[in-house]
């Protein structure tokens, strides 16, 4: 018992922290922003999904992938499929010259539901694809370049061309996939209004408590033998081999786990949105991803989700402001980031609370034991 | 051609070249059930590149390798480790940031597969083989410290312990005891004493002083080819061995 609980949640320290997240995010946040501003946080939570699988497969497994934008548009596209044609019945749609079909499709002179749209009219199945369609595009592409040995820097660049493919070949299939307008006018899932502010609290919630339970599943597999293989293979992945484990697969299987998640992340995405379209999919989003997970820390599970919500806090304040500056602050941001804190906001916790706490023990253990005339102390950082 | 032989490790007609380089050249090499080999030679002899091509980490260019009958060429890294053969490197390879308890349960031969390693749990059993092991390669007392803060030598002998982890029938060893101190290699060659048993060693090596203490018998590899094999006396007093190795 005791060692499941320290597996799922790290013990006590894994514990305070994730709650003190939970908190942040179910109670403080809640209470302090209107509806509008929750939105959007539940919005960026939903990047988050991505940026905990990149603290999975870049941090953990050494796999920088330049491409999970693709994932959380499988994800979020699966998720629009269906919520589309909920929003396309014969009624509402009376007007087209051929009624109940996506309005974009009747546009593109098609007057047939394509036959890969028809599963996505049942609920279980998208659900279920929501996870399982961008796992199998991984698996196949993991497969392919693993078992290959492709890593590094080809592996990424790989990654970006599959991002740029997938966002052109959207783009260029109006009629099937609505193009570069995307998937819009998603009003209802199974006669439920998502665009009601009741709807999106209920939303936010969802995806505060997925996350959480994201965290606490990945948190699970790292402190396995699973977590120690992937460490393993950072350090010596030729002595891992040749100790009889299939190196690839252990790569593919993180890489799908990423995805998956990632995927996760685009259906939350689309619900709280209320649309998909290229441009989440493509090489800018899925570069952004990455440097949420390294401004977060891109070994902490945790710091993934902070450096998420910090920079896109970030990029909303400034984007509101000056609109012009933002992107050269990102790009800054990350330079910065990748000199200076290699380890992220994380790593800078870490530091911080490794020089205070031989500091505060000193405070202790001088206040417990009074001398005259004792030197006085350093001081180097506030507590 | 196919007879069925007594041999645990059958090797005929092994070459590799590489641009045109013949690396190792028409190869023939037989080793017994629990015999040690030892492979000498000059530099550039050829005698890692034919311990590559057993755990498949190069491919040969011609010939066949027989282990318990089986043909490893073209078998994947982590199927030849299956089937029972353990490699060391030259440099030692272990886990940096992993302690000597986790290195040895890591290379312990049970939940290799993804699925298998998420289900995975050290059980009593794996933690009782950790420490006999642990206590063969004189590590018992630092099982809670990192890879990183391990002597070269002790690092050397973890290696060996991940290996024995695995209980190979065949084990190559890359020169084991490069860069010990005497009282290492004496311990080294205790340990390999004890560890043979059971099993069959092939070890390459350049310290003749060591050498003589643990073969069966030795393979001399000149260019890529077998020069001469016998035991040790023999070795010694082969003119064509004097005369490219021992020498001077």
Known sequence: ?383 | MNAKTDFLLYIEDLGVSFDGFKAVDGLNLYVERNELRVIIGPNGAGKTTVLDMICGKTQPTQGSIRFKDRELVGMAEHQIVRSGVGRKFQTPSIYENLTVFENLEVSYPKGRSVFGSLAFRTTPEVVERIHQVAEQIFLKEALDLEGAFLSHGQKQWLEIGMLLMQEPELLMLDEPVAGMSAPEREKTAELLNRIRKGRSIIIIEHDMEFVSRIADTVTVLHLGKILAEGSMQEIQHNPNVIEVYLGH
């Open chain 1, 1 to 383: 018992m005791k060692a499941i609980y320290n597996r799922l949640f790290g013990g006590t320290t894994g514990v305070v922290q994730l709650g003190i997240l939970a908190a942040i995010l179910m109670i403080v946040l809640p209470l302090s922003l209107d509806i509008f501003r929750l939105n959007l946080v539940g919005k960026y939570l939903t990047y988050a999904f991505v940026a905990l699988g990149l603290v999975l497969l870049w941090g953990k497994a050494g796999v920088l992938s330049l491409g999970q934008g693709v994932f959380f548009g499988l994800g979020g596209y699966c998720m629009a499929m269906f919520l589309k044609l909920e929003a396309s019945d014969p009624i509402s749609t009376k007007i087209q010259s051929t009624p109940g079909i996506p309005d974009f499709m009747d546009w593109n002179q098609i007057t047939q539901l394509p036959a890969f749209w028809m599963p996505f009219k049942s609920l279980p199945f998208t659900l279920l694809a929501v996870v399982v369609v961008p796992s199998i595009v991984a698996f196949v592409l993991g497969v392919a370049m693993f078992k290959r040995r492709v890593g590094g820097v080809y592996f990424a660049i790989i990654t970006q061309a599959l991002a740029l493919i997938l966002s052109l070949a959207i783009d260029g299939n109006q009629g099937y996939t609505g193009g570069r307008n995307g998937i819009t006018d998603l009003r209802t899932l199974l006669g439920w209004d998502i665009r009601s502010s009741h709807a999106q609290y209920l939303l936010y919630f969802t995806t505060c408590g997925l996350l959480v339970l994201a965290i606490v599943l990945s948190q699970w597999m790292l402190s396995g033998k699973l977590g120690k293989m992937l460490l393993a293979m950072r350090d010596r992945e030729d002595r891992v081999r040749f100790s009889g484990y299939d190196v690839s697969m252990f790569k593919v299987f993180t890489f799908c786990f990423a995805a998956a998640l990632s995927g996760v992340g685009g259906a939350l995405f689309v619900l709280q949105v209320g649309f998909i379209s290229p441009s989440l999919v493509g090489i800018v989003p899925s570069i952004e991803m990455v440097i949420f997970a390294a401004v977060g820390g891109r070994v902490s599970l945790l710091g993934a989700v902070y450096g998420t919500l910090l920079v896109n806090t970030g990029k909303s304040l400034f984007s509101e402001n000056f609109p012009q500056l933002w992107l050269f602050a990102m790009g800054g941001l990350f330079i910065a980031v990748v000199v200076l804190f290699p380890n992220g906001l994380a790593g800078v916790v870490e530091l911080i609370r490794k020089k205070v706490s031989p500091f505060l023990k000193n405070l202790r253990t001088s206040s417990t034991l009074p001398t005259s005339g004792s030197t006085p102390l350093p001081s180097p950082d506030k507590p």
